[in-house]
């Protein structure tokens, strides 16, 4: 394949940042479970009422080239996308 150095740039940034993944566990009450990836924050837990919840924290996010001021995001469960946008749109979920 002939990849231009923009995009071979772009798959050497996504290949180092998601090298560099963290996971981050709940190490007390005041804190969640989490991975880390880019400076974007995914915590999983289960909550007071016993719910599997998901939150995605893009406040901190370290850029991919191309982010600029918005994070996209495809988020599938069981293998359906039930959202695809970026974190400062208005995109319905399905």
Known sequence: MDYT??????RTARDLF???AKFHPMTSEDTLPAVEISGVFVFVYVDDDGTLR???????ADGMPGWD???????NVNNATVFEGSDN???SVS
């Open 69 to 75: 001021s918005r994070v996209p995001m495809r988020i």
């Open 5 to 10: 150095s923009t995009e071979t740039t772009n």
């Open 18 to 20: 998601n090298r560099a």
């Open 89 to 91: 749109e208005d995109v």
């Open 54 to 60: 998901v939150t995605v924290d893009t406040d901190t």
